[in-house]
């Protein structure tokens, strides 16, 4: 099975922006939907956005038009590039397939306001 490896997190000032990078253990592009999660405190995880099975990009409403999604299939490494960072963007981000596999530890990416 795939291990996949968080990073990147860290605070960050509201309108800020951070890269999560998440690192695969093997190939992910073998037809696998891989995707980005998250949790804010005291809520349940929560799609953010992912490669969808035809290699198009889906986002929440929430997110849409500040993160962006991407790839780079030589490092078998997808990123999360968010901008415009919220304070209700506070939440440990995960990735995962789709559907998903067993979880990582995540990385925790917290905004002040």
């Known amino acids: 099975q795939v291990q996949l490896v968080e990073s990147g997190g860290g605070l960050v000032q509201a309108g800020g922006s951070l890269r999560l990078s998440c690192a695969a253990s093997?190939?992910?592009?073998?037809?696998?939907?891989i995707a980005w999660y998250r949790q804010p405190p005291g809520k349940q995880r929560e799609l953010v956005a992912a490669?969808?099975?035809?290699?198009?990009?889906h986002y929440a409403d929430s997110v849409k038009g500040r993160f962006i999604i991407s790839r780079d299939n030589a490092k078998n490494t997808v990123y999360l590039e968010m901008n415009n960072l919220k304070a209700e963007d506070t939440a440990v981000y995960y990735c995962?397939?789709?559907?998903?596999?067993?979880w990582g530890q995540g990385t925790q990416v917290t905004v002040s306001s």
């Open positions: 093997g190939s992910i592009f073998g037809g696998q939907i």
């Open positions: 995962n397939f789709i559907p998903v596999h067993s």
């Open positions: 490669f969808t099975s035809g290699g198009s990009t």
